[in-house]
């Protein structure tokens, strides 16, 4: 019980933490543009963290992050600009107006893409490996063509008028939301149940786990966070458009959790904070931009294809690592063929392929 | 206990389906792969408390029959029945979670847990928590954690694992490794245990060790454990009846010293 009370008081600190801090960002003691991208790394995480627990915790490749992401955006936005602005104002268009205004709309963008994700879910995540990925793809953009035919949110032309809340407080604490929920369901049973997927789909279900229950669980949670970082998104500039969530922003949040390294929350978080604060830094080098960019990915995943921290010490996020025993090429392999079993025991060396469970065959 | 002559062996087999005192039974239990016939009408019959050993030349079709009874495979046809309820055609978890639980021919630990994570995994179905409990930490999740923890250290230090708790179940030693199986498959708390292979890869004085365990287990759990064996010395020495398959056909079952003595049997392994 003291332990319950003691998370309850850190709670209350850092939103206290949080609520101060917005002041000092709110303020123009700080450049408008180190404010931006501050926030926009807090969106970024909340993208990459939640994606996390589906690609790198439950080991289902799915890259339609940001299809979830617009549910959560376009939804939020429609209510926040049909009953929100108006609720805030009944409510004395004051700080507490706006917070109840937002919190509502954060859990309609939420349900929303939880929604969409469990739709999605159940079909797709029947298939495995290369087959989900193209599925999620595909459903990812499915969402942005429906959004451009709906004209109550603006269609193709986007979505403007959303009422704009730059906050520092709402970024971060729906980041710090994502990163603490994140970290508790996967060191719970839930958790374990997850990643005992990742590791060996046929030994969980013997140990009693219903692996497509559980897979189309942890893709739901995803959605919704993902959704609750459209959420941000959408009251950041107070304008949609359904192009900003092509596949392209999709793989953007991919190619964060890579870096970072799948299955780790720090990492997701450092390769979040990483690519929305790199292609600014280097600003400087005008037409280069890109391509030095590009060439730092490149670099990066070939001195660590396993992302700056770990893939597999992912249990306890950084705390532990237990990479020394697997070695380097097991972790490349591991990582594109982690839904295929028989290709990962063939590159294990030591156990024998098991292709077909009954190998026992009769001449 | 009736011992079975080789003649009667094929008989018996067929009276085990029928087997009243049988926790397990198959019923004329058949898979096909394509035109290959696996498991031919295979008739068993496992009594509560026994160890029951499966045996038979490389090929038999054993692992086919393990994989039938925890629903990896559906049969062709025929039915199994645990507990005197149908359960084929179930889903492997949902058999896990009517209490059979196993260990697998290759292991399958889970490779980026440790060893006290991968005992853990297993304890799932009886998990009180839930997942709201888990997100906000609350007291119920704390002990529930904590009862399992307890449990699952309990269960290594039976099998003189709990010092390697925080290691990485896969950097185990090879015969740590199987014993961390048979540790995470009793975590399930299953009625019947269904051990693939547990002695492969030991040296004599493991596989010796190891009998003592599977009976210790048996006796303290109250288990009926169903064992594959290739080591004849571990299934004689541990099993109180032994099935013997050629072909996915049952050719005999007994006594384990009927068994040894069998000319069928012997005609299996040896050839003509």
């Known amino acids: 019980m003291s332990r319950y009370l003691r998370n309850l008081i850190i709670a209350l600190v850092v939103i206290a933490v949080l609520y101060g801090l917005n002041f000092v960002f709110a303020g123009r003691m700080i450049s408008p543009y180190f404010t931006r991208i501050l926030l926009l790394s807090g969106i970024s995480i909340t993208l990459a963290v939640s994606l996390n627990l589906i690609n790198g915790f439950t080991g289902q490749f799915s890259i339609g992050h940001a299809g979830f992401m617009a549910v959560g955006a376009y939804s939020s936005a429609y209510f926040s600009v049909t009953y929100g602005a108006r609720l805030a104002v009944a409510l004395g268009d004051g700080t507490l107006g706006w917070f109840v205004a937002l919190t509502l709309a954060t859990l309609v963008g939420a349900a929303f893409a939880a929604f969409a994700g469990l739709l999605v879910g159940v079909p797709s995540l029947r298939l495995k490996g290369d087959y989900l990925a193209i599925v999620t793809l595909g459903f990812g953009q499915i969402i942005v063509v429906f959004l451009n035919t709906i004209e109550v949110v603006g269609g193709a032309r986007g979505y403007s008028g959303i009422p704009i809340v730059k906050s520092f407080f709402w970024v971060f604490l729906v980041a710090i939301l ?9 060191n719970s049973a839930f958790g374990r149940a997850l990643i005992s997927i990742r590791e060996d789909e046929l030994a969980a279900e013997a140990m009693g786990i219903n692996t497509t229950r559980y897979k189309v669980m942890a893709f739901v949670i995803s959605s919704g966070m993902a959704g609750a970082g459209g959420v941000l998104l959408a009251h950041f500039d107070g304008y949609l458009n359904p192009k900003s969530f092509e596949f392209i922003k999709s793989f953007e949040i991919l190619i964060m959790i890579i870096l970072g390294g799948l299955g780790s929350i720090v990492g997701s978080v450092l390769g979040a904070i990483l690519l929305t604060v790199l292609p600014e830094a280097l600003r400087g080098f005008a037409e280069y931009r890109m391509v030095i960019y590009s060439v730092l990915l490149i ?16 249990f306890k996020g950084w705390r532990r690592n237990r990479t020394k025993s697997r070695t380097e090429a097991e972790e490349i392999t591991a ?16 156990r024998q392929s098991d292709t077909s469970l009954g190998e026992e065959k009769p001449q | 206990m009736s011992t079975h002559t080789s003649n009667a062996a094929a008989s018996a087999a067929s009276v085990a389906g029928t087997d009243p005192a049988a926790i397990l039974k198959t019923d004329q239990c058949t898979i096909r792969f394509g035109g290959l016939v696996a498991v031919n009408e295979l008739n068993m019959g496992v009594r509560e408390g026994e160890i029951y050993g499966l045996i038979g030349p490389n090929g038999a079709g054993k692992t086919t029959i393990f994989n039938l009874l925890t629903g990896v495979y559906k049969p062709t046809s025929g039915e199994i029945h645990f507990q005197n309820q149908r359960i084929d055609g179930l889903r492997s978890y949902e058999i896990a979670g009517r209490g059979v639980s196993r260990t697998f021919q290759n292991i399958r630990l889970f490779p980026s847990m440790s060893v006290l994570e991968n005992v853990m995994t297993a304890c799932h179905i009886h998990a009180k928590q839930s997942l709201f409990d888990a997100v906000i930490r609350s007291p119920r999740f704390e002990r529930d954690e904590a009862e399992h ?27 740590n490794q199987r014993r961390l199986e048979i540790v995470r498959a009793l975590a399930t708390r299953p009625k019947l245990l269904l051990l693939d292979e547990p002695a492969a890869g030991m040296n004599p004085s493991e596989a ?4 003592e365990l599977i009976r210790k287990i048996r006796d303290r759990f109250g288990l009926t454990i169903l064992l594959v064996e290739h080591n004849m010395k571990v299934v004689m020495g541990v099993c109180e009846r032994i099935q013997v398959v050629d072909y996915g056909k049952s050719i005999a079952l007994g006594l384990p010293v009927d068994i040894k003595n069998d000319p069928k049997v012997i005609e299996a392994y040896l050839g003509d």
């Open chain 2, 208 to 211: 010796l060790d190891l009998m």
């Open chain 2, 149 to 175: 923890r307890a449990y699952c250290l309990e269960l290594l230090e039976i099998f003189d694992l709990a010092r390697y708790k925080d290691e990485g179940g896969t950097s185990l030693p090879y015969g």
């Open chain 1, 299 to 314: 670099i990066l995943m070939i001195t660590r294809p396993q992302g700056l921290l770990g893939k597999t010490g992912s």
């Open chain 1, 178 to 186: 994502t990163i603490v929920g994140v970290y508790n369901i996967v």
């Open chain 1, 335 to 350: 990582e594109d063929t982690r839904d295929n079993p028989s290709v990962e025991k063939a590159t294990l060396g030591e």
